[in-house]
């Protein structure tokens, strides 16, 4: 009786507030042993993998790797380039700026949460300052959010979740929506676009920023069908994640600048100004 | 057959670990649907087999333990545990006379009385749709029986040899 009446109180306690977050970060600490002896066997294969590969495989990924890093670093010098005339033409519109951000590097855990829901654990918790609603991307674009934080991991919800939903918009054209999970891996649905909204296969759809969550500009999804239906007030629109959600075992939780910085943008545009005076 | 009393405290912890293990462990997204309760099914076996050792108190706390590890709203596996593990202490004593048939009838029923109430709860956070794949572990789970049952028998009698 009594535990029927604790765990009720339990329920509505946590239902209603989350005051009880800090007995689940306590139990965390018996439980999350568990979830990395059930990691282990996949970490164990990974790391035999990789010490048994061959020398030529080595070698050859270490080619591609390296022109791979030529390449970006061409891209990186003239992005910077862009940056800063970016930030100049913000300081022109007196607009905000929002500068970079840190990232650091989880790994995932083998571990299955529960069938339903697109929930991934990753091996940092609050001990590395990761907190909730953090946004998580990998090498390709948008993971999803940090859902809860404990002390030795952390549990992150995918876009693909059918209870998450992330703002976008359209890269061609700035066209902004939201796109939900769909509970499947792999497919994301654009429910609230009308249907002679301008949208069509293959089109980026990237963070748009609103929200506050995820920081603007990163890819999401690429859409890959548009069915307008005419007795219908909204199109179905669904679009193919860019983030490889069921493969990658590294992921990166940012921590983006939530506020705006303008009076750094000036102090840049006046350094440059009086820079270029003195020449 | 009553067990004696002398199986270690070890074992039944080894034994509830090693199932929250199981609980967790990295399937395809087929086979997690078939995933049965282990958690559960550990319980129930301690339960039935030394309920003065095993009660009310080790199915709240490894309940409370099962939400924290599979991220559940605390509590609800708690309670689910507790009023099962709750059922099988009053019948403890007629359930060991039934025939293997009638034992794994009443796991089928706590298996699936647990089910209701997750779900009963889920819908209180709100509204879900039930999919019918939902009920596949209580199916599972009463298969997984006999397995569990004789695995559990060998590690509750197993003797080291001095």
Known sequence: MVAVIASTILLVTEYRTSQVSGVRSTLSIVVDPIKYLVDLPTAIVEQAAHSISSYQALKLENERLREEQIIHQSRLLKFEALENENIRLRALLENSFKLGEQVLVAELLSVNMAPYEHIVVVNKGTRFGVHPQQPVLDANGVVGQVFRALPFTSEIMLITDPNHAIPVQVNRNGLLTIAMGSGQMNRLVLPFLPSNADIRPGDLLITSGLGGTFPQGYPVAVVDEFTAEPNKAFATITATPKALLDRNRELMIVWSKSVSVPLITKSITTKERSSDEVK | ?162
């Not at chain 2, 309760?37 to 009310?56: C, F, Q, S, T």
């Not at chain 2, 359930?95 to 298996?111: A, E, K, M, T, V």
Request: hydrophobic share 55%; proline share 4%; aromatic share 18%.
């Open chain 2, 1 to 162: 057959m009553r067990l004696n009393n002398h199986v270690s405290y070890f074992r039944i912890i080894l034994t509830l670990a090693l199932a929250m293990c199981l609980r967790v462990v990295p399937l395809s997204e087929e086979m997690a649907l078939l995933n049965p309760d282990w958690v559960l099914l550990v319980l129930v076996y301690w339960a039935l087999n030394l309920p003065e050792r095993v009660g009310i108190f080790h199915a709240w706390t490894f309940g409370l333990l099962t939400d924290v590890l599979t991220g559940r709203l605390l509590g609800q596996y708690a309670l689910a545990y507790s009023l099962i593990i709750y059922m099988c202490l009053k019948f403890h004593n007629r359930l060991r006379q039934f025939p293997f048939f009638q034992q794994g009838l009443f796991i089928f029923f706590c298996l699936l009385l647990s089910q209701l109430l997750l779900f009963f709860i889920k819908n209180l956070q709100h509204p879900a749709q039930l999919h019918a794949s939902f009920w596949l572990p209580v199916f599972t789970g009463t298969i997984c029986w006999p397995l569990v049952y004789g695995l559990m028998r060998f590690v509750s009698l197993f003797r080291f040899v001095k």
